[in-house]
């Protein structure tokens, strides 16, 4: 009668120390914390594009600034909190660069829109947006193959200036008052992610089309089998 008491103390310490380290950040699931900062990102979108519907306010831009830095805060520490806490999953793996692109895209339309960027300028947020169609696109004819494509080194950086580089353009006025030659760095920042977009979209295509050329022989050898058999 002694051991099934005895049973159960040994167990409950187990218990405890089990649930003592899943706090609520490390909920597993689609509400664990690195997918909730992701979920933010995504809704920082439609109100950043609210506040730079008024661009000669002054407080909107800040306002605009403000939401848009926190977002892209995020995009570090998803990634970082989900390895840490060995939290990675497809959800989140999925949702991360959607959630980049509608920030990135939105930005530069509204950008556009209210002429901080404005004549040759418009080719940099045209490289930029064509690359993210492009890479969207054969991300999801390479998913059909079950062929990933990595982020390399390169995109990390190109997103890193596309996002900074917003920050500048997205102060615009409001930031000149602060730090003359605001919009100046944020257009030449725009140049340097426009070329790192044109590099990394080039590596992509070229490793789309490896693998879609090496997918049509072993097509055409399949149906030289059959016509032979």
Known sequence: MTTTPRNVSAAAPRSSQGNAGAGPGRLR???NLPNLLTYGRILAVPAVVV?????GEPDMRWAAL???ALAAITDYLDGYLARAWSQQSALGRMLDPIADKLLVAASLLMLVADGTIRSWSLWAAIIIL???MLVSGLREFLAELRVSVPVTRVAKWKTAAQLVS???LIAGP???TVLPGTHA???ALLWVAALLTLYT???YLNHGISHILAQDEISVRDDDGETGA
Do not use: S
């Not at 506040?51 to 661009?55: M, Q, S, T």
């Open 130 to 132: 064509c690359r993210e």
């Open 185 to 187: 760095i944020g257009i």
């Open 201 to 203: 979209g080039w590596d």
């Open 174 to 176: 409001a930031g000149e």
């Open 51 to 55: 506040c730079l519907f008024w661009p």
């Open 166 to 168: 917003l920050a500048f």
């Open 29 to 31: 699931g689609p509400f």
């Open 66 to 68: 403000a939401i848009f």
